[in-house]
T-cell receptor, first 111, second 115 residues
Framework: GESVGLHLPTLSVQEGDNSIINCAYSNSASDYFIWYKQESGKGPQFIID?????DKRQGQRVTVLLNKTVKHLSLQIAATQPGDSAVYFCAENSGTYKYIFGTGTRLKVLA | GAGVSQSPSNKVTEKGKDVELRCDPI?????LYWYRQSLGQGLEFLIY????????KSGLPSDRFSAERTGGSVSTLTIQRTQQEDSAVYLC?????????????FGEGSWLTVV
């Protein structure tokens, strides 16, 4: 399959460095957020989620930070590896079945 | 199955032909979504099924698009008289329920090319 998002913003990071990917969400009523990773030719893969009653949540090598004041979400990837190269996008939900998705950021890991 | 399963994974069709895309959600998931993803674009909502409720078809771009979900499980998205602008990845997703905290899980997509 073809890569999606040919004109996405790109973040280039040296292997082993930390990556920070940002997302500005749109709805102040959103109370649940998800980060997805989409590799070339594949479907989006769930990485980590966070509810609005939290500011921070950690997973394996990943941390999500939520700033409700400025409606900002970030994904931090520690010790970035070549396998982390993908498009990352956020999703927000305000309690219904409808999700709003960001267009994504392409992460390139440089050897 | 363990995840959302979609078929075919790739489909090349001639303009004007009909195509059917299939989605088998995660077992036990009552909510099922279809999205479209075009090059350089985000996810475009197409249709949502929840249990036996009437589906939300508000995202279907034209009357050439239709979808059904039989027995509350497998879903089929049908595109009639395909056009070149229909070329995209069609993603199916499912979740246990609806609303906050119900993570939606995606399949690998059906990559449609209309020539």
């Amino acid at each position: 399959g073809e890569s999606v998002g040919l004109h996405l913003p790109t973040l280039s990071v040296q292997e082993g460095d930390n990556s920070i990917i940002n997302c500005a969400y749109s709805n102040s009523a959103s109370d649940y957020f998800i980060w997805y990773k989409q590799e070339s030719g594949k479907g989006p893969q769930f990485i980590i989620d966070i509810r609005s009653n939290m500011d921070k949540r950690q997973g394996q090598r990943v941390t999500v930070l939520l700033n409700k004041t400025v409606k900002h979400l970030s994904l931090q990837i520690a010790a970035t590896q070549p396998g982390d190269s993908a498009v990352y996008f956020c999703a927000e939900n305000s309690g219904t079945y409808k999700y709003i998705f960001g267009t994504g950021t392409r992460l390139k890991v440089l050897a | 199955g363990a995840g959302v399963s979609q078929s075919p994974s790739n489909k090349v069709t001639e303009k004007g032909k009909d195509v059917e895309l299939r989605c088998d959600p995660i077992s036990g998931h009552t909510a099922l979504y279809w999205y479209r993803q075009s090059l350089g674009q985000g996810l475009e909502f197409l249709i949502y099924f929840q249990g036996n409720s009437a589906p939300d078809k508000s995202g279907l771009p034209s009357d050439r698009f239709s979808a059904e979900r039989t027995g509350g499980s497998v879903s089929t998205l049908t595109i009639q008289r395909t056009q070149q602008e229909d070329s995209a990845v069609y993603l199916c997703a499912s979740s246990l329920g609806q609303g906050s905290g119900n993570t939606i899980y995606f399949g690998e997509g059906s990559w449609l090319t209309v020539v």
